[in-house]
């Protein structure tokens, strides 16, 4: 096994991907330290006391992890969005490309409800900020059938970063509610929701429960089997 401090590799960054890696050299600054260890868990990057945490996945399994940070430590949350992903099949030998398409999936920064419904009452703790990454990415699928045959047997291996495009800060669930709020109804349901991101129902509903465990919505009625709501 390699040993990370005689590689000169850090504590983590064995199992990192691309995308992560891109992002990490993204926000470290002279003078910034990477993979240290803080209160029993390995920060990202640590800049002036300040804690950056990359997380490319959902948030599930920050649920232990940044609370304890939080506790005694400033924390930035970056996450990255794709606004645009290429699709990229690598030749069988790995040395070429056999083709690259865009994907038809474009995500916005209302993708982030996805991941904010795991921890989505973290997000008032005056010590977290959340940076959205809006980016431009190629995901490398290789052939594997036994793995993923819903994609016809390709599974993704890796994400790379192409291009960043914007970042959006986050300090409080109220600030994703703005940039909804003059597009919705006084009353509105999770299909209002939908509407006003141009996004899937399921996001509707994650972003519904998002705003209601932040205590900026509450539920005022039914209108069939949908649940309304409205400020609060």
Request: charged share 25%; hydrophobic share 40%.
């Amino acid at each position: 096994m390699t040993d990370p401090l005689a590689s000169g590799t850090g504590i983590g960054e064995l199992n990192e991907r691309s995308l992560h890696r891109a992002l990490k050299a993204h926000y470290a600054v002279p003078g910034s330290q990477t993979e240290q260890a803080i209160d029993g868990y390995v920060a990202d990057i640590v800049i002036d006391g300040r804690i950056i945490e990359i997380h490319t996945g959902i948030f599930w399994p920050l649920k232990r992890k940044l609370p304890r940070l939080l506790e005694r430590h400033r924390v930035t949350l970056v996450h990255p969005i794709a606004r645009d992903r290429y699709i990229v099949k690598p030749t069988t030998d790995g040395k070429g490309v056999m083709s690259r398409r865009m994907s038809p999936k474009h995500g916005s920064v209302f993708a982030i409800f996805a991941a904010l419904a795991s921890i989505p009452t973290l997000l008032a703790h005056p010590n977290l900020t959340l940076e959205v990454v809006i980016t431009v990415e190629e995901e490398v699928r290789v052939s594997d059938e036994r793995r993923n045959r819903r994609r016809g047997g390709w599974t993704a291996v890796d994400r790379h970063l192409v291009e960043i495009v914007q970042i959006h800060r986050i300090e409080h669930m109220v600030d994703l509610f703005a940039m909804l709020d003059t597009q919705l109804p006084l009353e509105f349901t999770t299909a209002d929701l939908a509407n006003a991101m141009q996004s899937s129902r399921r996001l509707g509903q994650q972003a519904a429960f998002c705003f209601r465990e932040a205590s900026l919505s509450e539920i005022c009625g039914k209108d069939g089997n949908a649940l309304v709501y409205r400020r609060t």
